[in-house]
């Protein structure tokens, strides 16, 4: 029961004893940094493991034939009409004998159009 000791060498330097304890917490910091990361790698995968499970569904995948069916057709084809519903409006141009521009109560002031301008 009694306690050994040794003698130093030399005596102990404050300055190598911190640097030990800096070089440890070092590593255990990096440590913690790289569970961390794997941590979140494997919580990716499993989110992609699910996204891919759900993908298998019978109707997902039928949702994505049809919207795939509809792309091709309206933005695809020779002749698009996916975006023909934008902004369309209608405009009626004043073709009338008793045109006058003062009427118009904006800024701008349109023109009479006449049969010499149409041809």
């Not at 409006?89 to 349109?110: G, M, S, V």
Request: hydrophobic fraction near 30%; proline fraction near 5%; aromatic fraction near 6%.
């Amino acid at each position: 029961g009694k306690t050994i000791s040794f003698p130093f060498l030399t005596t102990t330097k404050q300055k190598e004893i911190t640097q030990l304890q800096a070089s440890h917490i070092y590593k255990q910091i990096n440590t913690i940094h790289q569970k961390r990361q794997l941590i979140q790698t494997l919580k990716e995968e499993v989110s992609y493991l699910q996204i891919e499970e759900q993908l298998q569904n019978p109707n997902i995948q039928q949702q994505i034939r049809k919207l795939e069916k509809d792309i091709k057709q309206s933005i695809c084809a020779d002749l698009p009409n996916a975006f023909w519903e934008r902004k369309k409006h209608i405009i009626t141009l004043p073709y009338e004998k008793d045109f006058n521009e003062k009427q118009i109560p904006t800024k701008a002031r349109p023109t009479q159009m006449n049969a010499e301008l149409v041809e």
